[in-house]
């Protein structure tokens, strides 16, 4: 029997889908829906690690599907990271400066104070510590919802199992 295949491509192919999802600007609103592209990211690696398994390979398990999803979300915190980084490079902080635009259009009494130290956290950039508390909170929900959408994977992609034949008749003594 063979062994099972390696984890790590096909985390590394929904860990890559998990950061592009989270970080490009407004794609990201997809995670506002209970973290739906995180979910999905870790779904997507299961599915990619699915597809190396042949028939002489043992089945895999819970656990298996569990460590996928968990090594995608560290893979997607990295990645949404980074590209979170040069997106902000190239085009700004476009997200900001839309909810900036919206609460100066609105009729909502918003005290000045806090439109002006919105604008002063846009004037100063990504900091290299917005940066590190942006990775540490991304490995710790990327990696949780990456691991529950695993197990959501698991549950899909699972082997079948197949039924049972039912014993066969039993003689009955003379």
Do not use: H
């Amino acid at each position: 029997m063979d062994q099972k295949p390696d984890k790590l491509i096909p985390a590394l192919y929904g860990g890559v889908i998990m950061g592009l999802i989270s970080s490009v600007p407004f794609l990201s609103l997809i995670n506002c829906l209970c973290c739906a592209g995180i979910l999905l990211g870790g779904f997507l690696a299961v599915m990619f690690y699915k597809k190396n398994f042949t028939p002489d390979t043992p089945p895999f398990t819970s656990g298996d599907c569990l460590a996928v999803g968990a090594l995608a979300g560290v893979v997607g915190a990295v990645v949404g990271t980074v590209l979170s980084i040069i997106f902000v490079a190239l085009f700004g902080d476009i997200a900001r400066e839309f909810v900036l635009s919206v609460i100066r259009n609105t009729s909502l009494q918003i005290p000045p104070e806090i439109v002006e130290k919105f604008e002063e956290s846009m004037k100063e950039g990504t900091s290299g510590f917005a940066v590190v508390i942006r990775l540490i909170s991304a490995l710790v929900l990327d990696s949780i919802f990456g691991l529950l959408g695993g197990l959501i994977g698991y549950s899909v992609f699972k082997p079948k199992q197949q039924p049972m034949s039912p014993p066969p008749p039993m003689a009955r003594p003379s």
